[in-house]
């Protein structure tokens, strides 16, 4: 008869409420802008609790997670749909727009970019009136939601171009 292994070699289990806290502990870490490779080796989190901290952070802050989670995971969350366009790099000397941080009430979202970058527009629409609003990733010289504009429908569309193309930032 093979010898009964002891309950003190036989790995500790996990309680729920345990992982719980560690997976939430790991998402206010990565929401704070720590990778998750510090996250992980600092936490000692199990591959479950990394993909909970991850899905959470992904469904929440998507521009964010481009940032802080590792490159060489194996799941493919960030290859972008190319369902909607992507503004150009900026080409030369762009023109700089005043972005302004107050917002000018709820407007009608006209057109948009792509989400899978750091910065995404959006042409919006307020009886008229058309504005651009910018949302990058938060930085300290950039408001996270910004806007410009206050324009007639053709010269919108200019400005939607010339931010399209790089012409303009």
Same mark, same amino acid.
């Given at each position: 008869?093979?010898?009964s292994?002891?309950?003190?070699?036989?790995?500790?289990?996990?309680?729920?409420e345990?992982?719980?806290?560690?997976? %939430?502990?790991?998402f206010?870490r990565? !929401?704070?802008?720590?990778s998750? @490779? @510090?996250? !992980?080796?600092?936490?000692g989190?199990?591959r #479950?609790?990394?993909? !909970?901290a991850?899905q959470?952070?992904?469904?929440?802050?998507?521009?964010l997670?481009?940032?802080?989670?590792?490159?060489?995971?194996?799941? %493919?969350?960030?290859?972008?749909? !190319?369902?909607?366009?992507?503004p150009?790099?900026?080409?030369?000397?762009?023109?700089e727009?005043?972005?302004c941080? %107050?917002?000018p009430g709820?407007?009608?979202?006209?057109?948009?970019?792509?989400t899978? #970058?750091?910065?995404? /527009?959006?042409?919006?629409? /307020?009886g #008229?009136? /058309?504005?651009?609003?910018?949302?990058?990733?938060?930085?300290?010289?950039?408001?996270p939601?910004s806007?410009t504009g206050g324009?007639?429908?053709?010269?919108a569309y200019?400005?939607?171009?010339?931010?399209l193309? #790089?012409?303009?930032?």
């Amino acid at each position: 008869m093979a010898p009964s292994r002891s309950r003190a070699l036989a790995p500790a289990r996990q309680r729920p409420e345990e992982s719980t806290a560690r997976c %939430d502990a790991a998402f206010a870490r990565l !929401r704070a802008g720590e990778s998750m @490779t @510090t996250v !992980r080796r600092d936490l000692g989190l199990t591959r #479950g609790e990394e993909q !909970r901290a991850a899905q959470r952070l992904r469904r929440e802050y998507p521009w964010l997670a481009i940032l802080v989670l590792d490159p060489e995971d194996d799941d %493919d969350w960030r290859l972008c749909p !190319r369902v909607s366009p992507h503004p150009s790099i900026p080409v030369g000397q762009p023109v700089e727009l005043l972005w302004c941080a %107050d917002s000018p009430g709820d407007g009608r979202v006209i057109e948009y970019t792509c989400t899978c #970058g750091m910065t995404n /527009y959006e042409l919006l629409s /307020y009886g #008229g009136i /058309y504005r651009i609003r910018r949302v990058t990733v938060p930085r300290d010289d950039v408001p996270p939601v910004s806007y410009t504009g206050g324009w007639r429908r053709p010269e919108a569309y200019e400005w939607w171009r010339r931010v399209l193309s #790089g012409q303009a930032r």
